[in-house]
């Protein structure tokens, strides 16, 4: 928990986004539910490129293609779950603030975007990256964004 | 014994009771069972829309099949069995569920989809294995499995909402 951010918090809290799906009923579960579809998107697009990055499959089709037809899967993975995320997180911010699988699902989300615009675009664009990068970096995604999806279910647990 | 008290005979079972009560169990079982649904349910997703034209254009599908199957099998293994010790432990709420019915449901079809395709549909493979865009029948073989599973994550997370 980092107190300093708690005005981010109340802020959101009180926001009307937080306001309207707090105060009636079947907002969250839908949101809930199109959260669940992007994180299969990305789950789903995140592990078939990882398995083309260890060299598992496809090796008759270069990395870069097997990206490019992964990559707006995994992308619109992302967004899905960025935006249902956040409007889940402004419905009950406080809560959140309080939960400790909050604070550890987020010490994987950002790290895990960061590298997904970063290292894996590049790695999974280039076709001259070494196998044991192309691993490590497909490790990584797998790693960071399954983290991401143990804490974000933990959290309706605490 | 009707269906209901099967259900219940089921929940009230000492593994039933077990796995329900425990702090430690359910959240384990719970978590790998969406864990598994994210990569496996994510990879058939991309071997439905080869099937419908929509990726992976030049590249056989009899060789999209060999490459992506092995890997979601466990997935889906591993989402079967954690689903029916979810089901297990809470037979008789799920039953009272009109969600769990319309879930159960939407698996039927989508098995009674991958038997027409398999048994049917893939019998004239050879003659469309390497067209970019397969024909009718194999693009709707892929758009019924998309449509089917997002009836099933939704139906599947919603029940929760009811119990």
């Keep these: ?158 | 014994m009707s269906l209901l008290e099967m259900c219940q005979w089921l929940q009230d079972t000492d593994w039933g009771t077990q796995i329900r009560e425990s702090i430690f169990f359910f959240p384990v079982i719970e978590g790998m069972h969406v864990l598994a649904l994210g990569i496996s349910v994510g990879a058939v997703l991309w071997w439905d829309l080869r099937l419908m034209g929509f990726s992976m254009k030049d590249k056989p599908i009899s060789q999209m099949q060999a490459n992506i199957f092995k890997w979601m099998m466990p997935g889906f293994v591993i989402m079967m069995i954690t689903g029916v010790l979810l089901f297990w432990c809470q037979a008789a709420k799920a039953y009272n569920s009109i969600f769990f019915r319309i879930k159960v449901i939407a698996l039927i079809l989508a098995g009674i989809n991958i038997l027409y395709f398999h048994l049917k549909t893939q019998r004239s493979q050879a003659q469309w294995d390497t067209a970019g865009i397969p024909p009718t029948s194999a693009r709707m073989a892929g758009l019924f499995s998309i449509l089917l599973w997002t009836i099933i994550i939704a139906a599947g997370r919603l029940m929760a909402y009811t119990f």
Excluded at chain 1, 49 to 67: C, E, N, Q
Excluded at chain 1, 85 to 92: T, V
């Design chain 1, 1 to 158: 928990m980092i107190p300093a951010f708690r005005p981010f918090f109340v802020w959101a809290e009180d926001t009307s986004l937080g306001n309207v799906i707090r105060n009636h009923q079947y907002p969250f579960a839908v949101i809930e539910v199109v959260h669940l579809f992007g994180l299969t998107l990305l789950l789903g697009a995140v592990f078939l490129m990882s398995l083309r990055l260890f060299g598992f499959i496809l090796l008759d089709t270069p990395v870069s293609k097997v990206a490019k037809q992964l990559g707006w899967i995994s992308l619109l993975g992302l967004v899905t779950v960025t935006v249902t995320g956040f409007s889940l997180f402004a419905s009950e911010a406080l809560k959140c603030f309080s939960n400790d699988m909050y604070w550890y699902k987020m010490a994987f989300f950002f790290p895990a975007t960061l590298f997904h615009f970063t290292v894996y675009r590049k790695v999974t664009r280039s076709e001259k990256s070494k196998p044991f990068l192309r691993g490590l970096t497909g490790f990584l995604a797998l790693f960071l964004w399954f983290g991401v999806a143990v804490f974000g279910r933990a959290i309706g647990y605490f």
